[in-house]
């Protein structure tokens, strides 16, 4: 099991500023698709298939992650993968046609996927033991900060005329800072991390993180829809576009505080069992929230619904890796990648199938569907969970 020895403030920050950089493709793409319509359209279809791409290819390389966690050194990593994120989105901007936005999400996915693991070794390596559960909660709080950057940048942009691709500029310049500031951090990175032994896939072990790995799956296929959807979903229903990109500004600013505090909190209450169940009880809460968004049509219930959809379905994914992570010291590379892998996985199937249903049903199935599948994720991870618990006390006995 890696220590982690006394870090800096900004090595807390690092994950997440790295993901932040390299989302962005993908994760603007909601917020800013009603500016976007004006070089090339843009259906919900695509959108979906946007943020599925980038997930996709996400999934395929995290399984290669592990491999590379075990062989390069962290910051190493990270520094490379943020310099590629940078490049792309100054492309992105240069060349704004949606066969580029296509290769680019194609291109950042892989990067995500290849650099999880590391990242999130990075956090149990270089950050002390109590500020972990924030570190991780800051890392998986860049894809809402990144929608929401995007939704308030959209305003400011329609005010003032500009086009979509500024935004994009100001990431690239973000992502240059960035790789500044992981160089310095590459002095007291610990290397990396060698390959755990494997495990009988019989195991009581590896059963528990399978199904913990499915209610990710799971969780990730029902809460990843929000973001890209909420907006034009409400636009649907009648709402004016202004309306439905402030509620997503400010339901996004919301999911990135509580991602946060959630985080500082886990390092502080319970046991990381105690938390993948109020991972379940989150779960439940946004797929009521879902439910009400896809079928109440007053704006009032629907705002309310969105931002507790928001809050507690985004809220959940830096809880649930760092607890699965401390479940399992012995085998965290296996682990996190097995997790990872799970809700990049689901984020792919997420927004697919709802981009289709929306288009060839309606938005009301398609957020009843990412309702049910919140439901039968809280129901994977209480099962995982007991099964957690049990080899836990087979291995006191």
């Given at each position: ?11 807390i ?40 791409l ?24 990270g ?5 590629t994120?940078?490049?792309?989105c100054a ?13 680019a ?7 995500n ?30 894809p ?17 005329t ?49 199904l913990l ?6 969780a ?10 909420l ?40 046991s ?12 439940l ?37 760092h ?6 010291p ?25 981009g289709?249903?929306a ?37 006191t006995v």
């Amino acid at each position: 099991m890696t220590v982690a020895v006394q870090g800096r403030a900004y090595d807390i920050l690092l994950p997440g500023a790295v993901a932040l950089v390299i989302v962005t493709p993908a994760m603007s793409v909601g917020a800013l698709a009603a500016l976007m319509r004006q070089d090339f359209p843009l259906s919900a279809s695509e959108i979906g298939a946007l943020v599925g791409l980038l997930f996709l290819c996400s999934a395929a390389a995290t399984r290669l992650g592990e491999r590379v966690a075990s062989r390069y050194p962290a910051t190493l990593v990270g520094l490379w993968a943020v310099l590629t994120g940078s490049a792309v989105c100054a492309g992105v901007a240069l060349v704004h046609t949606k066969p580029i936005l296509f290769a680019a999400c194609f291109v950042v996915g892989v990067v995500n996927g290849l650099i999880a693991p590391s990242l999130n070794l990075l956090i149990m390596a270089l950050v002390p033991r109590r500020q972990q559960g924030l570190a991780f909660g800051l890392r998986v709080a860049a894809p809402p900060a990144t929608s929401t950057l995007a939704a308030v940048t959209a305003s400011i942009l329609v005010a003032h005329t500009w086009s979509w691709t500024v935004y994009f500029w100001l990431m690239a310049i973000v992502g240059i800072g960035v790789a500044g500031v992981m160089w310095r951090a590459s002095a007291r990175d610990p290397g990396p991390v060698p390959p755990s032994p494997r495990e009988s896939g019989r195991s009581p072990a590896r059963t528990s993180l399978t199904l913990l790995a499915v209610g990710g799956l799971l969780a990730a296929a029902s809460s990843t829809v929000i973001g890209p959807f909420l907006v034009v979903s409400m636009v649907d229903q009648g709402h004016s576009t202004a309306a439905a990109t402030t509620l997503l500004a400010i339901g996004g600013w919301l999911v990135i505080v509580s991602r946060v505090g959630i985080g500082f909190m886990s390092d502080r209450l319970g046991s990381p069992s105690h938390h993948l169940r109020l991972v379940a009880l989150m779960l439940l809460a946004c797929g009521a929230g879902m439910a009400v968004i896809g079928f109440d049509r007053s704006f009032a219930a629907a705002a309310v619904a969105a931002v507790v959809a928001l809050g507690f379905g985004w809220s959940w994914p830096g809880l649930y890796h760092h607890s699965v992570i401390s479940s399992f010291p012995e085998s965290q590379a296996r682990a996190t990648s097995l997790v990872q892998s799970g809700t990049y996985f689901g984020s792919v199937l997420g927004p697919f199938a709802f981009g289709l249903v929306a288009d060839h049903a309606s938005y009301s199935t398609a957020w009843g569907m990412s309702a049910a599948a919140a439901l039968a994720a809280s129901c994977f991870l209480v099962l995982g969970v007991r099964l957690v618990r049990r080899v836990a006390r087979l291995a006191t006995v």
